[in-house]
Each structure stands twice: as structure tokens, then as C-alpha cells.
């Protein structure tokens, strides 16, 4: 294929999977709107874990979205169809609910799970495009996506299904994390590890606290602070009034754009940089960085009541994997 006739290929799937996804949209505001108010109602009830199952290509889908439940603070792991039938039902209580994935809701291999859930009474969610189906009509919730054109030409590999399948699943997830009021430090607990356990990471764990911070007090003569600077090794000096307040801080840039002054001779009110920019120390690493990058500074203090307590340093966050 030449190169053009490529791109185009790629456009065309694109465009196909975004007609899929705005249909799901659509679907949603009417006729799914209950259903999926249903759905999100019964799992954020259920005492036990939601049960994610299917085969094929659904049961990949079905893989990702256990994995972001779990993830997002709704217990939750994938029992493929096929082996449920061979002892896995077993993992699944009364105190479950089960999600249940196939496009066409004709699955053979579902049909074991769907008997164990009506024997039981475990609540059934479909995620289906076949509402008429064995599954939509065993189901007592149903998902009922609506079909769309596959991106494949022949329409047949599950590409715009498997996708839509996925943002529904990703929509579940969402609204159950801000239904329970899921925070960012519930997300790291979650999530420790790399680079996003690292962002996560809290500004008050990593600071430096005590005897570390660069502080002068007000009217203090520049070759003091200079030394702090060089001492403390921030590239910066904050500077406090008598009630320990932070009134403003000295850098690096602060000292090369009065060179040309009695430098020396200066005291460190008519250098500083007044209200400088601050942080808490229940921020996370990730927005510091943000402010950081932003400001186009190197270091932050931290503060409490106006009060420094801590100062954190770009290096600091390199360290643990931010950036």
C-alpha cells in the first residue's frame, strides 16, 4: 500500500471507532441511563467483589476492566468463561455480582455462569449489543450497547465493539470512584510502585524539615545569607519577620540581577523576592512539580499558618520518580 492509502486505512479506523463511541454517548443519556444507574446502584451495594467473565476478545476487555476496578477501589478480578465451567465458579459468593461480557450475549461458554448466578441469586450485569439475547434475557441488568460498524472492512474483527465495550466498562469504574468519593491518597494506596505511586507521593514525606531549611531573619546582612545558600546547598534563602512568618526568599536570580550592586553591603529586605511562591505539605509531588515547571523555579517552601516548616527541591522530586 502506498503510504497515503496507510494513513488514510488509520483515519478510517479512527473515525469508525469515534462513530462507535459517540453512539455509546448518545446511548447512555437514553435508553441506557437506568440501566447504567442500576449497575452502578448494585455494585457499589454488594458486600463481597464484582466478578468480571467472558471469552475471546470480550474476556480481554473483561481482564482490563476487573483491573481498573480493583484499582479504582472496587474489589474486583476476572473469571474467564471457559474455566468457571471447569471449578472457578467457586471463587464467585453469594455476596458478588457478576459482570458478564459477549457482543452477541450468544456466548456458549457463558451459560454455565449464567445458571450459577440464577441458582444463587447473584446479581447479573450484561455488557452486550444483543438485548434479545440468552444473556440480555438472563441478565437482570443489561447494558445494551448499541451496534455499530466494526473498523475491519469486512466488519467482522472486534475492534469498534471491543472498544465501546472497554468505555462503558471505564464509565462503570468512574462513576463508582466519584459515587464513593474515591481520593488521590485512595488511588496510591493502590498504586505504590512507577511513576504514578511516585506522583502521588505526599510533599510532607519528602521535604526537608528542621535545621535543613535556609531561613534568615529580616534585616539580616546579605553576606549571611549568601552563606545559607551556600551551606543548605537549595540555590535559595527564605527570609522571615519577627514573628517567623515567611516574608519572602532570596535565589540564585536574586543575587546575579543585584551584582551590580553593593551586593555585600545590602541587607536581605531590599533583595528578596516578596510572597514568594509556597506549598503544604498535603500536596502531592505531582501538582508541585506542576508549579515548579510553571514557575520555572527550583525549590519550594513549605509552609504552615504562613510559617516555613519544610522546603522541597526539584532533585527531590527526580528522586523518587516524578519526572
Same mark, same amino acid.
Given at each position: ?160 465493539? &471491543? ?5 462503558? @466498562? +471505564?464509565? =462503570? $469504574? !468512574? #462513576?463508582?470512584? *466519584? ?94 523576592? &516578596? ?5 503544604? @505539605? +498535603?500536596? =502531592? $509531588? !505531582? #501538582?508541585?512539580? *506542576? ?33
Amino acid at each position: 500500500m502506498p503510504a497515503n492509502d496507510i494513513i488514510s486505512s488509520a483515519k478510517r479506523t479512527l473515525q469508525t471507532e469515534q462513530a462507535g463511541l459517540d453512539a455509546l454517548a448518545e446511548a447512555l443519556v437514553s435508553p441506557l441511563s437506568d440501566e447504567f444507574i442500576k449497575a452502578v446502584e448494585t455494585i457499589r451495594n454488594i458486600a463481597g467483589r464484582v466478578i468480571v467473565t467472558g471469552v475471546g476478545k470480550s474476556g480481554h476487555i473483561g481482564t482490563k476492566i476487573a483491573a481498573t476496578l480493583a484499582s479504582t477501589g472496587t474489589p474486583a478480578f476476572f473469571v474467564h468463561s471457559s474455566e468457571a465451567n471447569h471449578g472457578d465458579l467457586g471463587m464467585i459468593s453469594g455476596d458478588d455480582a457478576i459482570v458478564a461480557l459477549s457482543w452477541s450475549g450468544e456466548t456458549t461458554e457463558l451459560k454455565g455462569v449464567l445458571a450459577y448466578s440464577t441458582r444463587f441469586q447473584i446479581p447479573l450485569i450484561a455488557i452486550t449489543s444483543g438485548g434479545d439475547s440468552t444473556l440480555g434475557k438472563e441478565a437482570d441488568i443489561v447494558l445494551a450497547l448499541p451496534k455499530q460498524q466494526e473498523a475491519c472492512p469486512h466488519n467482522l474483527a472486534p475492534t469498534t465493539s &471491543a472498544l465501546m465495550q472497554l468505555a462503558i @466498562g +471505564d464509565a =462503570l $469504574a !468512574i #462513576a463508582l470512584l *466519584e459515587n464513593r468519593g474515591f481520593t488521590a491518597g485512595d488511588f496510591r494506596t493502590f498504586h505504590p510502585g512507577g511513576q504514578l505511586g511516585a506522583s502521588l507521593t505526599y510533599i510532607r514525606d519528602i521535604m526537608h524539615s528542621g535545621d535543613r531549611i535556609p531561613l534568615v531573619t529580616s534585616g539580616t546582612q546579605m553576606t549571611e545569607a549568601i552563606m545559607q545558600i551556600s551551606e543548605k546547598g537549595f540555590g535559595c534563602v527564605g527570609v522571615v519577620d519577627e514573628s517567623g512568618r515567611l516574608a519572602g526568599i532570596i535565589t540564585d536570580g536574586d543575587l546575579r540581577r543585584n551584582l551590580k550592586t553593593d551586593l555585600l553591603g545590602e541587607v536581605v529586605d531590599s533583595v528578596m523576592t &516578596a510572597n514568594p511562591k509556597t506549598i503544604h @505539605g +498535603d500536596m =502531592l $509531588a !505531582i #501538582a508541585a512539580m *506542576e508549579i515548579l515547571d510553571n514557575s520555572s523555579i527550583t525549590a519550594l517552601m513549605v509552609t504552615e499558618n504562613h510559617k516555613p516548616v519544610g522546603i522541597v527541591h526539584f532533585h527531590d522530586l527526580l528522586k523518587i520518580g516524578v519526572a
